[in-house]
DNA sequence: CGGAATCCCTTCTGATACTG
DNA sequence: CAGTATCAGAAGGGATTCCG
C-alpha cells in the first residue's frame, strides 16, 4: 500500500480557503463551468474508484473490479473511460495474452482524491448522526 | 452574507488524515455503510445546495431556486427533502400567507458544506486541465 | 483477460398542470 | 408561495453473450 500525498495537498488547500469569501466566490461564468465539472465528478462510482486507485497504487481492469465491491463491468469500464477521457487516470495496455492493462491515477486524479478525502473522512464520522437523523425524520413522518 | 466556518473544520478534518492510512482504512461492515453514504451526498444538486446555503445562510425555496442555476423546481423539492431526512438543513415553515418556508444548514450540513470545499477548490483550479484532457483524447480517438 | 455489444428494466429529470 | 401529481423522454445500470 502506497503512502498517499494526503496531507500535504488537502491542508495547503483548507489553508487558501481562507482566502476567499466562498468557495465559488468568481465569476458567473467560470461558476457555471465548474457545477457542470462537480456534476461529472461528484460519482459514486468516480469516488470509489478513485479512493481504490490512491490506495493501491496500479491495478489489472479485473483487480480494480473486485475491490470496487458491487461494481458491475460495464459500469467499471464505463466509468474508467470517463475518468481517462478527464485526466484522472491512465490506462496502459500490455502487448502480452492473456491481455493486461493497467490503471493508475495521473497527478490530476490523485489530487482530486485529496480534496474527496474531507468528505470521506465526514462519512465516516458522520455515519451515525446521519441515520439516527433518518430513523427520526422517518418516524415523525411514518 | 454570513461568514462560514469554512477553514477551521477543513483544516482540522485534513490534520486527522495523516493519522490514518487511506480514508477508509477501517472495518469493511462500515466500509459499506460509507460507500452507500457517499453515493448519497455526492449528489450534484445535493453540493450545489449545500454550497448555496453556506453563503446565504437562510433561504426562501422560491430564493433557493434562484441561486441553484438551471434545477427544475421538482429536483429542488426533491433534494431538500432528502437532504432534511438526513439532517442537513432545518425546514421552517411560517403559517402566514402566502406561505413561506426557509431552509438553513444544520450544523451536520455545514460540516459536510465543509467537507466539500476542497472538492469546489480542486474543480475551480483543474477547471482547464481537465478540459485539455478532453480535447486531447477526443481528437486522438476522434 | 479486458473489454464491446445487446437487451431490458429502473431511475432520473424536465415540463406541464393543479392546489392549499 | 411552496409545493404535489402526472407524464414522457433520457440516462443509469445489471445480465448476458461474444470477440481479439
Known amino acids: 500500500m502506497s503512502n498517499l500525498p494526503f496531507s500535504d495537498p488537502v491542508i495547503s488547500r ?3 480557503i481562507a482566502e476567499r469569501t466562498s468557495p465559488s466566490d468568481c465569476d458567473p461564468k467560470v461558476e457555471a463551468l465548474v457545477n457542470e465539472l462537480i456534476g461529472r465528478v461528484a460519482d459514486k462510482w468516480t469516488m470509489i474508484i478513485l479512493e ?3 490506495e493501491n ?4 481492469f479485473t483487480q480494480l473490479g473486485r475491490q470496487v465491491a458491487g461494481i458491475s463491468q460495464k459500469m467499471l469500464t464505463q466509468t474508467l473511460r470517463q475518468m481517462e477521457r ?3 487516470v491512465t490506462r496502459t495496455v500490455h502487448a ?3 491481455p493486461r492493462v493497467d ?3 495521473t497527478d490530476l486524479g490523485a489530487s482530486l482524491g485529496a480534496a474527496f478525502c474531507g468528505v470521506w473522512i465526514w462519512a ?4 451515525a448522526g446521519v441515520e439516527a437523523s433518518r430513523v427520526a425524520f422517518d418516524t415523525k413522518v411514518g
Not at 497504487?57 to 489489472?60: A, S
Not at 465516516?124 to 455515519?127: F, S, T, Y
Open 96 to 98: 502480452v495474452v492473456p
Open 14 to 16: 483548507a489553508r487558501r
Open 57 to 60: 497504487g496500479e491495478l489489472r
Open 86 to 88: 478527464d485526466g484522472m
Open 124 to 127: 465516516q464520522d458522520n455515519l
Open 52 to 54: 481504490v486507485l490512491a
Open 103 to 105: 490503471y493508475r491515477l
